[in-house]
């Protein structure tokens, strides 16, 4: 028999075995029958492995369309609070024409391996918005360096993006204690800030950061926002760049 009569004889006994299927529900069949169809999947898919391939590819891309659709009404939904949060702090041009939104936390290893994807875009690409949301969600010690970076936020906001940069590149673990050596050192005294703290603590701020990101299905950090799209890990420079290019070419972040 001929490799064309093979696979001819395949694909008939395939749509034969698929119409006495529809015809006949599972239910309908007996233990032999079952037992023949079960047999013929199998030994089909054994001799035709690449079809669970396609199948594997052809489900993950429905899933990440289902994921990307959720998460495109969850930003919808948010849009607000995403982008033009009042405790926010945006670097980068204030007016360009694409936002990207890093929700951090200073103690997440991820988020420092991603710092310098932060600055090699806004140094290859000067119509981006960077905001910079805190999500401390790494213990005390994070929920400790950000009420101390909320405080330096609202004494010396023009220094800001300095701090954020030197605490979350520094070495060891940030702290209540690490946070305040980074704002003295840029100028902002430790009894300003102690005194910020207790007149104005991030309390409600860092609360209506954890229920957005728990809209958006953020649980880590660093995650992102740009354009319709929630992202969650250090993507990458790249993979940032075409996200950013494809808001710009179709408004969506997959286009």
């Known amino acids: 028999m001929t490799f064309f009569s093979k696979t001819l004889l395949t694909v008939s006994a395939i749509a034969i075995t698929a119409s006495f299927a529809m015809i006949q529900p599972a239910a309908a069949l007996d233990d032999q029958q079952k037992k023949e169809f079960g047999e013929f999947i199998k030994q089909y898919l054994v001799e035709h ?72 875009l806004l140094k290859q690409d000067p119509n981006v918005r960077f905001v910079l949301k805190e999500f401390p969600i790494l213990g005390p010690d994070s929920v400790a360096a950000s009420r101390v970076s909320d405080a330096f936020r609202k004494l010396a906001p023009e220094k800001y993006a300095e701090f954020h940069h030197t605490l979350l590149s520094s070495d060891g673990r940030a702290s209540e204690d690490s946070a305040i050596e980074v704002a003295t050192s840029l100028g902002v005294t430790e009894a300003a800030i102690r005194a910020e703290m207790a007149k104005s603590p991030n309390n409600d701020s860092v609360k209506a950061t954890y ?24 993507i990458g420079l790249d993979a940032i760049q075409q996200k950013i290019a494809n808001v710009r070419s179709c408004g969506k972040t997959t286009c």
């Open 49 to 120: 492995p690449e079809v669970l391939l396609d199948a594997q590819a052809a489900l993950e891309k429905k899933q990440d369309e289902q994921r990307i659709a959720q998460s495109a009404q969850a930003v919808a939904q948010n849009k607000d609070a995403i982008f033009n949060s009042k405790n926010d702090v945006t670097i980068g041009n204030p007016k360009g024409n694409v936002t990207v939104v890093e929700f951090f936390d200073y103690n997440c290893t991820y988020c420092r391996h991603a710092l310098p994807d932060m600055d090699a």
């Open 211 to 234: 229920q957005l990101a728990t809209d958006l299905n953020v649980t880590g950090t660093p995650a992102y926002v740009i354009g319709n799209e929630a992202i969650s890990g250090a």
